[in-house]
């Protein structure tokens, strides 16, 4: 079944309309009339059976039937990245975390980022088309770009990594430094990689530095492979992921 | 150091010449000249430390000083895929499959493949230029399209699987399935999925069904999920992956 977003509904309402985008979609895309069942969710774990009651140009109505709650995953994954120079690197590594599972993704500037604005709407497009897509009923948080140093000046609970690999190559790989079922945030560097000083300044904010692996990853690679390390540790301590 | 790609180089060569494309890259872009040191590999293994000897118009030659040999990791991941209908997608797996670690990427066509032709010129291109980007000295191996009834005919070794979940929704996830160090082939299904009869094809061929995660993920997120997904099986037996 077709799963469509609205954030506007809470779990008593009991009607609710499609937003203009997925309105089209549902109609003239999909071609769905008055009568055919469609699945909605407000992106906080709520997912609603619902029929359609109106389709038309005005718009797309629904009546909910069912209510049921997803409960958010027994661990959060939260990375922290600097966008890519090529706009296209991180809409695309947004639309793959968003796929295998993440629950925050923030962004950052540091001292060798080459792009410093960052549209979040459109990020937020993406992230809603993947979360649809993949049949999910939470929809990550989406952070606005701050400088690094601001970033880490946030207190953070949970585990706290970066992947960086120093000088002299001893770092453990984040899938050993991280336990199951905890809070995490990792940050991924720029195309420039991070500077010596904010490699000091994250680490004495109490980051602890891993590595992804003995390949040299682009920054989106880097960021979705720590995402997906993260998820697939967790698997290892359950079968439900 | 930059790392070139001459697949005609031998570990007895004592020098050699750089591709069209590499030289116009060394010469053109990067404005390396005679005296400066590079690092070639022949996707083979061998990762040869050189020298500019001449940088013209002609080409770029270069005297050979050091050869290194870079053992195979000690496993092997081979991901069979379906084309995706938007090229993209597929080339985009290709780029990020070898960032990360991938052996043989083999592509196959399905029932419900909608694409059955693919340029592998244009796919190779991009494994070249991911592997000198990771600073890897082996290619993946890259096989042509064949159909599904054609590849699972072939004899293979080591551990088969098919990324599939079953109606009754009972299959262990690839991570538990797979043992460490051994020789892997994922075989990851169509944007329409496998039909019933290919699942039945493949697990009498041999295959295991397993499943990537609760979430229904794009043709090339379960082909690097899966990748990534062996990748990392090793790193809990190795710290040296």
């Not at 990245?81 to 993704?105: C, H, S, Y």
């Not at 990792?186 to 195309?191: A, C, F, K, S, T």
Request: overall charge negative.
């Amino acid at each position: 079944m077709h799963l469509f977003y609205q954030p506007a509904l809470s779990p008593t309402d009991t009607s609710g309309q499609l937003s203009d985008d997925d309105a089209r979609h549902a109609t003239r895309t999909l071609r769905l009339g008055p009568g055919e069942a469609i699945l909605v969710t407000n992106g906080r774990g709520n997912r609603f059976g619902s029929v359609i009651t109106r389709a038309d140009n005005k718009g797309c109505a629904f009546r909910i039937e069912t209510v049921e709650t997803v409960e958010p995953r027994p661990f959060s994954v939260r990375i922290c990245v600097a966008p890519t120079k090529n706009l296209d690197r991180i809409e695309w590594f947004v639309e793959k975390a968003v796929e295998l599972g993440i629950e925050q993704i923030s962004f950052f500037y540091g001292q060798h980022s080459e792009r410093r604005v960052l549209k979040l709407e459109r990020i937020e497009k993406i992230a809603v088309a993947a979360m649809k897509q993949s049949l999910q009923s939470w929809l990550p948080q989406l952070d606005e770009g701050l400088p690094l140093t601001k970033l880490i000046s946030q207190s953070v609970d949970g585990q706290c990594f970066i992947a960086h690999l120093p000088d002299d190559g001893q770092a453990p790989h984040l899938f050993h430094a991280a336990s199951p079922t905890q809070k995490y945030t990792v940050l991924i560097g720029p195309e420039g990689d991070f500077s010596a000083q904010e490699v000091q300044q994250v680490i004495a904010a109490g980051f602890q530095l891993v590595t992804l692996g003995p390949n040299r990853l682009r920054t989106e690679t880097a960021a979705l492979s720590a995402c997906q390390c993260l998820n697939l540790l967790n698997v290892v301590n359950s079968v439900n992921l």
